[in-house]
């Protein structure tokens, strides 16, 4: 079973760059049961809905949510089994609990979360 | 973007009771709808997927039910641990998106 665990800076000032880590445990990313597995990045603001902002194959194929207007970049490394996003120009609209999830289609395993605040 | 609308915004409902919670999407989006349950500081867990579907692990007493546009979602007899939000996507177009949640609380 695929355990997720994220790590970054909890915070972040304006129109700097958030980035985050999340470190795969209990299998390769790349290969055996994890290899056809999609790795997503949801976000949630404090007290409010979920939203899904990226999500990234094993192969590299990457999709990402529009509404971050092409800031968002997610990558991959088998090498330390991980994979991180990278936001570009950060607002205080990006302030949420960042998740970092996995699964065969959906999300079927989740990290603890990590709140990043935007603030100067 | 397809959007999600879930109802009612939150339901209170006494342990042993039935709980059913509304989803309905701005488009078809055939069967591929998923629900999620949240508990407080706590990541969402997959409840159920292509609208009726449970992973394993998931307890009977949770259900779905619906089809293009609307969907329904049942938990039969509500235990103290369901006391949580719930939310549903919609996987069938990029970008998914997720309704805001209903929460379900003790009456």
Redesign the interface.
Known sequence: QVQLQESGPGLVKPSETLSLTCIVSGGSISGGSFSNYHWNWIRQPVGK????IGRMQTTGST?Y???LKGRLTMSLDTSKNRYSLRLDSVTAADTAVY?C?A?G????Y????ILVTVSS | EIEMTQSPAALSVSPGERATLSCRASQNINRDLAWYQQKPGQPPRLLMYSASTRPTGIPPRFSGSGSGTEFTFTISSLQSEDFAVYYCQQYIEWPWTFGQGTKVEIK
């Open positions: 809905g979920l939203e899904w999709r949510n529009p509404s998740y999830t699964g289609y959906l999300a079927d989740w990290g603890q979360g």
